[in-house]
T-cell receptor, first 114, second 109 residues
Framework: DGGITQSPKYLFRKEGQNVTLSCEQN?????MYWYRQDPGQGLRLIYY???????QKGDIAEGYSVSREKKESFPLTVTSAQKNPTAFYLC?????????????FGEGSRLTVL | KNEVEQSPQNLTAQEGEFITINCSYS?????LHWLQQHPGGGIVSLFM???GKKKHGRLIATINIQEKHSSLHITASHPRDSAVYIC???????????FGKGTRLSVIA
């Protein structure tokens, strides 16, 4: 079955450590997105990529980095520069842009900084 | 001010009730998505609309582009419909989505 796989589901990090969240899709989608969700707030865009080897910053990119070396993979690194990284992170994909059809989401990764 | 507003924020209904969740936006859009987020956090896409109405099972979504408003209706609600429902607008062209804050629905048996 086609879909998006995020890992890990839960992650604990000490302050000052970088962590990388994995996002893999086998839907042959060009566009992939990373969102952050905090309690009581809507999803906020961190980074998005519409094609391999290209990505753009979203609204809250500071303290995060991404790569898109392969079509199916879009990992997110939460760096030590991110001031408040404890949050729920969601990866999503669409065939092309967000108005071209259905969005597919991973199950999310919950990051807690100790 | 968020460009996409949802109402109500929270909704409690008895099983079998007809439910309406509203989404309004302040700018022109090319499409709007309705999403369902389960208690575990996973999100499922329900509809993408650019005009008119779509129906899938007990779910109906409508959009009025001129009035900048969309609604999600659930007929014969059931406890398994309990979730957070989120609308997300594509403002224009290929720009990323703008999300509403979601409506938390609880359906009581």
């Amino acid at each position: 079955d086609g879909g998006i796989t995020q890992s890990p589901k839960y992650l604990f990090r000490k302050e000052g450590q970088n962590v990388t969240l994995s996002c893999e899709q086998n839907l042959n989608h060009d566009a992939m997105y990373w969102y952050r969700q905090d309690p009581g707030q809507g999803l906020r865009l961190i980074y998005y990529s519409q094609i391999v080897n290209d990505f753009q910053k979203g609204d809250i990119a500071e303290g995060y980095s991404v790569s898109r070396e392969k079509k199916e993979s879009f990992p997110l690194t939460v760096t030590s520069a991110q001031k408040n990284p404890t949050a729920f992170y969601l990866c999503a994909s669409s065939l092309e842009g967000p108005d071209t059809g259905e969005l597919f989401f991973g199950e999310g990764s919950r990051l807690t900084v100790l | 001010k968020n460009e996409v507003e949802q109402s109500p924020q929270n909704l409690t209904a008895q099983e079998g009730e007809f439910i309406t969740i509203n989404c309004s936006y302040s700018v022109g859009i090319s499409a709007l998505h309705w999403l369902q987020q389960h208690p575990g956090g996973g999100i499922v896409s329900l509809f993408m609309l650019s005009s008119g109405k779509k129906k899938h099972g007990r779910l109906i979504a409508t959009i009025n582009i001129q009035e900048k408003h969309s609604s999600l209706h659930i007929t014969a609600s059931h406890p398994r419909d309990s979730a957070v429902y989120i609308c997300a607008a594509v403002l224009s062209g290929n720009t990323p989505l703008v999300f509403g804050k979601g409506t938390r629905l609880s359906v009581i048996a």
